[in-house]
């Protein structure tokens, strides 16, 4: 059983930085492929990104490549995602999730999700 909690979102201006936290209990986390996913008021939720276990490749939507980027720090068991350069279409609520193998953009694949934690980007 993997449980997920993410931390780090809150209010900023357009063109600013965030960064989200997402801390996972699991005895092997680095078996775990972690993805963001977001979801805007009133639209599915989509993927952001995704880490491979390897910490060598990440996979980014083309809406957030070349401004997000996702890492992780396998001995504290978190996984991170720098946002910079933010723009009001960010504004969503975004999860952290996990899922036993490689990376995946399917939502469906992931087997473990956190509580999500909002981001709001102003203009």
């Known amino acids: 059983q993997v449980q997920l909690v993410e931390s780090g979102g809150g209010l900023v201006q357009a063109g600013g930085s965030l960064r989200l936290s997402c801390t996972a209990t699991a005895r092997t986390f680095s078996d775990y492929a972690m993805g963001w996913f977001r979801q805007a008021p009133g639209k599915e939720r989509e993927f952001v990104g995704y880490?491979?276990?390897?910490?060598?490749?990440?996979y980014y939507a083309d809406s957030v490549k070349g401004r997000f980027t996702i890492s992780r720090d396998n001995a504290k068991n978190t996984v991170y995602l720098q946002m910079n350069n933010l723009k009001p279409e960010d504004t969503a609520v975004y999860y952290c999730a996990a899922r036993a193998g490689p990376g995946s953009t399917l939502l469906s694949e992931y087997a473990y999700w956190g509580q999500g934690t909002q981001v709001t980007v102003s203009s």
């Open positions: 880490i491979r276990w390897s910490n060598i490749n990440a």
